[in-house]
Structure formats: C-alpha cells, structure tokens
C-alpha cells in the first residue's frame, strides 16, 4: 500500500542503525581484547638478558622503573681499579634469579617491542632487590617507586654506589653523542686522553695541555660532558 512505505523506511533505518551500533561495540570489544592480548601477563621461567631485562615464560620483559648500567659501562672501585659494571650487575642478578619461577604484571610496551612490567619472584618485587643491592639505579623518568630503595643503597655504600658509577641514561647519551660527531659532541668539550704508559687523563678547556690534546676514538680516547662523568669512567684530571 502507497502509506506503508514510511513506516517501513523508519523500521528498515533503525534496523541499520542498531546494527551499526552493535558493530561499533563488537569493535571495541575486540580491541581492548587484542590490545589486552598484547600485553599478556608474562609468567614462567626467569632468563636473564641483562639486569633489568628478561625473558620471562619466553616473554622480553623490561623491568619497570629502573634502569641497570650497560655491559661495557665502566664503574671505579674506591681503590681505584676500573671493572665491568654493567657485566657484574648483569652477572649478579643471573646467579640469583636465573630459572626461577617470576610472575609479571604489565604496564607498557617499549619502543623495542618489550613488556614493560613489574615482576616478582616468590612475592618479592624483583626491581625493589635489584635497586636496593646496588646493582641498578631507580630510572626516575619513569616511576619513583624505587628511589627509597636506592637511597638506602647509595648510603650503604652497597654495590654500584661503593665507587663511583655513571647513571646508564648518562653513558648511553655520551656514547651516542661521540658515534655521532666527528669533533667534541655539543657541550661535550672535555677531552679524554691515553698517554703513552696507558693513563687516562682528562683535560678541562684552559688547562695547559688542552689545546694540543687530540682525541682519537681508534684508540680508545673520548669526549666528556663533566669531569664528574670523566671520574666515573676511570679518567682522572690532569694535573695542570
């Protein structure tokens, strides 16, 4: 009949649109379920990578809210010897978390595809141990949760914190700073010298042998941006 054909229009649209609306809800339902999948909570056996980074029932996990000194990052003892701290810190946490059982809750996922996640191992918060041992350094750009606990490190002298060690944020910035310049890095104007028995001395801009200093990253040689930072790889300053 010609006055049927409204009604039926009216049916047929809100027929669409609650189909529309059940689409849209079903799409929404299956990406929160694909971005909770992404983010599985790892659980399983414990493979250290490095310190602050495993491999968790297969999982990559990226410890959250600290940040432990790279392999080749060079630490001072009080008595002077230069040493590894990035292999011990790494060496250390294997020998007390390797093939244990860790359960992680997760929070993100980093630019390197990792789980960023809080871990514990038998009810202990792994990242808590780590930081408060010295071995790692509460990553502040991130979370303070850690900072009582390397506080506590840093005035027991425990770990790292019984010499002088560089933040891993700094190290990684002076070390992309040098691959990427040819000359001093900006900022960076403090030169790191090996003399000929194998010292390493730094020189400050005006100091007597600044200008006639040369660096050569062939053999060793770098720029600083401190001579704080200089001290914490082993460098000390020259005397005039």
């Known amino acids: 009949m010609p006055g049927a054909s409204a009604p039926n229009h009216r049916i047929a649209c809100g027929a669409f649109r609650a189909i529309s609306r059940g689409m849209h809800v079903l799409a929404l339902i299956v990406s929160l379920f694909v971005g909770t999948g992404a983010l599985a ?26 940040d432990a000194p790279e392999h080749g990052q060079v630490c001072v003892a009080p008595d002077g010897v230069r040493w590894d701290c990035g292999r011990w810190a790494t060496a250390t946490v ?3 978390f390797e093939g244990r059982h860790a359960t992680c809750a997760p929070r993100d996922r980093d630019r390197f595809g990792r789980i960023v996640a809080r871990c514990h191992v038998e009810g202990q918060d792994v990242a808590a141990r780590i930081v408060r041992d010295g071995l790692a350094f509460a990553f502040r750009r991130y979370s303070d949760a850690y900072v009582p606990d390397e506080k506590a490190a840093r005035s ?11 933040s891993p944020d700094q190290f990684r910035a002076a070390r992309s ?12 104007v403090i030169k ?12 400050r801009p005006g100091q007597r042998d600044y200008d006639r200093t040369r660096i050569s990253r062939d ?10 930072a200089a001290r914490a790889a082993g460098w000390r300053a020259a005397k005039r």
């Open 41 to 66: 909570a790892p659980a399983g056996p414990v493979r250290v990578v490095d310190a602050d980074t495993w491999d968790v029932g297969g999982a990559r996990v990226r410890l959250h809210g600290i």
């Open 94 to 96: 294997r020998a007390r």
């Open 156 to 166: 027991g002298a425990v770990g790292l914190w019984a010499g002088a060690v560089q």
């Open 177 to 188: 700073a040098e691959a990427a310049a040819p000359e001093a890095p900006n900022g960076c």
């Open 192 to 203: 790191g010298n090996i003399s000929a028995s194998g010292e390493r001395i730094y020189h």
């Open 219 to 228: 053999h060793g040689e770098r720029w600083f941006c401190s001579a704080d």
